[in-house]
């Protein structure tokens, strides 16, 4: 799915715009016991408890794509014959109407996931009438090209508030407010089936974790049988592991500088031209930035193999899970230094004396703990160009 597709389907979650018309649910303990199960009907809530529910749900389609939306293919075999597609199908075709499909559901994702303290499942069923679009891009709300049948699932914290003074204006006095139980945003997810080209693709899901930092992979394995995705936080990681074990001495500061400036400068261009589809890179792309920065032939072709290896060969990855958009960061044992990417120019290492330094150009403004100060003019023939 792409962006346009996903706030698509994330408008569908308001009142006057969904076809939901309960959620199902249950919650559970911190011993994985099902504590309550729930079938809330929407018209019989408040309209403000219902907009908030809505509004839950609705965050399992938030985030960045690539790093919390993961697209989550099925292969042709799953969807033939597999109990984990049919599992998702049942939920689907029924509505939600299926005791046994939710009951198993529930039960997998209580044995696979593990968290610390309670939390909620919660499950929507929703059908969308799919407005027609021209080749113009115009949409015809009269003329709908299918019905999109979808369940959304949200696996929710729910967290234990503390006792608090408040205000009782009615008895103009002040009480303790008792300990109380708030739902959080949802930390997992998915969407089922995808909405690929606009259209129900049985082929996929789109899954969503709050956490860029962890696949829950036992998860992933219980609900989709699929390969777990690398979380993005561990493709920088192994992205920078790479580029610094293949290039060895040629892995210096200006290579580094040019290659994430300009994979900053593709996100920068991808988002100013709108485009529709997500944004990726293959390992051409990188060979080509090594290249251009004089890099020697045999270090390129070491980057490829370790890339190949850590990553795959055919792997295309979003460079926006490989490089920071708002900072440059240069980090020694006892200093760390960051900067805006667009003036990582004002940043150069050098060596003088036999000894390694990182200059940063001061030209105004410069303060120390918040005390403004000058800096001397001293001449030093070493630095002199």
């Not at 939710?102 to 309670?118: D, M, N």
């Not at 909620?120 to 009438?129: P, V």
């Amino acid at each position: 799915m792409n962006e346009k597709e996903i706030s698509e389907i994330r408008r569908r979650f308001r009142p006057d715009k969904s076809n939901i018309t309960h959620v199902r649910g249950c919650y559970v303990n911190e011993r994985q016991e099902i504590v309550a199960a729930f079938d809330q009907s929407l018209a019989l809530l408040p309209q403000e408890e219902s907009e908030n529910l809505l509004a839950v749900l609705r965050r399992t389609l938030s985030g960045t794509l690539g790093k919390n939306l993961i697209d989550m293919p099925f292969s042709t075999a799953q969807v033939v014959d597999s109990d984990e597609h049919r599992l998702l199908m049942a939920l689907r075709d029924s509505a939600l109407n299926d005791e046994a499909a939710v009951s198993a559901l529930f039960e997998k994702i209580i044995a696979a996931y593990r968290p610390e303290g309670t939390y909620l499942i919660l499950l929507a069923h929703d059908t969308y009438d799919v407005p027609f679009r021209s080749r113009d891009g115009e949409r015809q709300d009269d003329a709908s090209s299918e019905t999109y049948s979808y369940v959304l699932c949200s696996i929710c914290p729910v967290k234990e508030t503390k006792p608090v003074l408040g205000y009782s204006v009615p008895e103009n006095a002040f009480h303790n407010r008792g300990i109380d139980w708030l739902v959080g945003a949802p930390a997992l997810g998915f969407l089922f089936p995808a909405f690929n080209d606009r259209s129900a693709d049985i082929y996929s899901a789109l899954y969503y974790a709050r956490d860029d930092a962890d696949s829950h992979d036992a998860f992933v394995d219980a609900v989709f049988r699929c390969p777990p995705p690398m979380p993005a936080e561990t493709q920088k990681e192994t992205f920078g592991a790479v580029l610094g074990d293949a290039l060895e001495e040629a892995c210096s500061f200006d290579v580094v500088q040019s290659v994430q400036g300009g994979l900053v400068e593709m996100i920068e261009e991808h988002k100013a031209n709108k485009e529709v589809e997500p944004l990726q890179i293959s390992k051409g792309t990188v060979r080509a930035m090594l290249t251009a920065c004089g890099v020697p032939g045999e270090n390129v072709a070491r980057f490829e193999e370790q890339y190949d290896a850590q990553f795959g060969a055919d792997t295309a990855l979003s460079p926006r899970n490989l490089v920071e958009t708002r900072k440059f960061e240069v980090t020694t044992p006892d200093v760390t230094i960051r900067v805006n990417p667009a003036c990582s120019d004002l940043i150069e290492t050098r060596v003088i004396d036999g000894v390694r330094y990182i200059l940063i150009r001061a030209d105004d403004g410069v303060a120390v703990n918040g005390v403004p100060i000058r800096i001397e003019d001293r001449s030093y023939p070493e630095m002199q160009e």
